[in-house]
T-cell receptor, first 111, second 113 residues
């Protein structure tokens, strides 16, 4: 069964540093998403991406965040100047229409 | 904006018994999808079941079934013949015209041997 692949599985970074989280969505999917889950809390939508541009973004997705699809397969989330409160599990998901497939997540720890 | 409410932060069930997890949602849309996701300790998000709002028939997947009440905006998950491997956090989620998922706060299910 096709999978969404996320790398790295765990990243530790110093406060103030930039991180890039990477995702390879399912190849024929059209919509790509990033979600965040702070430990013990619910999963929150960050941003959706369609046709090479952002289609929706939440209040969380401020100027600190950016997304890119640098080639035909990768989908990245960049977090600039990380803060302690950015520590969370970050999930990538993709869908053709309404059938969402999630990656296994990247656990980001900001120290 | 759509909201999803799971009023049971924790539930427990005896192995082989049946348990029902509750979910309500609020929306002004008529066409949407509802989902239940399972999140084990590995924190992977695993789709359990999906329901299209235009379908009156309740979705079923093996031991998992839903009770979808559109007028009441209720979407409960029934797990029959509970197994130890069913122990996890369960999230109810909504997707409408904006496509992205809106999640509830989750229900932690414990299965007792």
């Amino acid at each position: 069964e096709p999978e969404v692949t996320q790398t790295p599985s765990h990243q530790v970074t110093q406060m103030g540093q930039e991180v890039i989280l990477r995702c390879v969505p399912i190849s024929n999917h059209l919509y790509f998403y990033w979600y965040r889950q702070i430990l013990g809390q619910k999963v929150e939508f960050l941003v959706s991406f369609y046709n090479n541009e952002i289609s929706e973004k939440s209040e969380i997705f401020d100027d600190q965040f950016s997304v890119e699809r640098p080639d035909g397969s990768n989908f990245t989330l960049k977090i600039r100047s990380t803060k302690l409160e950015d520590s969370a599990m970050y999930f990538c998901a993709s869908s053709l229409v309404y059938g969402y497939t999630f990656g296994s997540g990247t656990r980001l720890t900001v120290v | 904006a759509q909201t999803v409410t799971q009023s049971q932060p924790e539930m427990s069930v005896q192995e082989a018994e049946t348990v029902t997890l509750s979910c309500t949602y609020d929306t002004s849309e008529s066409d949407y999808y509802l989902f239940w996701y399972k999140q084990p300790p590995s924190r992977q998000m695993i789709l359990v079941i999906r329901q299209e709002a235009y379908k009156q028939q309740n979705a079923t997947e093996n031991r998992f079934s839903v009770n979808f009440q559109k007028a009441a905006k209720s979407f409960s998950l029934k797990i029959s013949d509970s197994q130890l491997g069913d122990a996890a956090m369960y999230f109810c989620a909504y997707s409408g015209s904006a496509r992205q998922l809106t999640f509830g706060s989750g229900t932690q299910l414990t299965v007792l041997p």
